[in-house]
């Protein structure tokens, strides 16, 4: 099997990383200027909201663009790129249209913020998974594990909002709860992708298997 060195670039490694880390400080950040620690009383949407939105903006951006970086330095054959840019729109739009204040998702703009972080959320992870497919065996199996893990908090997520009190909070602090920590386990994924593309050996496009 052909295979090309999974260092790739050094400047979209380099890059790649430094947005994986921005993404958790950034994370600290909205919490602090917010003063809403996590879990969130409403939702992690909305730490974009108010003089420090723009931190919001940023840890969205930063974190979306991580894994095409990645993938540049590492790349990967497959739907990964093509995942992985659907789910940087999302984010984008999730960055720069903002929420309604104390949640309810009412207004046409809070309906557009709410449709592009679902699909940055279910098309990053999946767009991870095929970019790391040909990584090595522990790999593959913690971004599995992750992935299976942010689809069962995902239908958490959805029940909640669907008025169930998935947590003994209420309904809509458990919704904020699980979203939150749905945000978590997504940039774990991203951490393994920038652990994992600075050493993967990855299958070349084309190679004979």
Same mark, same amino acid.
Request: with cysteine.
């Given at each position: 099997? #052909? ?16 947005? /994986? ?5 950034? *994370? @600290? ?24 939105? *723009?931190?919001?903006?940023? *840890?969205? $951006?930063?974190?979306?663009? /991580?894994? @095409?970086?990645?993938? &540049? ?6 739907? #990964? ?16 249209? !903002? ?17 592009g /972080? ?9 767009? @991870? !998974?095929? #970019? ?8 593959? &199996?913690?971004c ?6 942010a ?24 919704? #904020? ?11 774990? $994924?991203?951490?393994?992708? /920038? ?5 993967? &050996? ?8």
């Amino acid at each position: 099997m #052909a295979i090309v060195d999974g260092r790739g670039p050094r400047g979209a490694l380099i890059a790649g990383r430094s947005c /994986a880390a921005a993404g958790w400080l950034l *994370w @600290i950040v909205m919490q602090v200027v917010a003063d809403d620690p996590f879990p969130p009383e409403v939702s992690v949407s909305q730490y974009g909201l108010g003089a420090f939105g *723009w931190v919001f903006t940023v *840890w969205a $951006l930063a974190l979306a663009a /991580a894994p @095409i970086l990645l993938l &540049r330095a590492a790349p990967a054959p497959g739907p #990964a790129a093509a995942l992985l840019w659907v789910g940087f729109a999302g984010a984008a739009v999730m960055a720069v249209v !903002r929420t309604d204040e104390g949640g309810g998702a009412m207004s046409g703009h809070a309906q557009v913020h709410m449709v592009g /972080a679902a699909v940055a959320l279910v098309f990053l992870p999946l767009g @991870i !998974r095929f #970019a790391l497919r040909g990584a090595g065996v522990f790999t593959r &199996r913690l971004c599995s594990v992750l992935v299976v893990v942010a689809a069962f908090f995902g239908t958490l997520v959805l029940l909640s909002a669907a008025g169930v009190d998935t947590a003994g909070l209420g309904a809509p602090r458990s919704w #904020a709860l699980w979203q939150g920590t749905l945000v978590v386990v997504e940039m774990l $994924l991203v951490s393994v992708h /920038a652990v994992e593309s600075g050493r993967a &050996r990855i299958p070349a496009v084309g190679a004979e298997r």
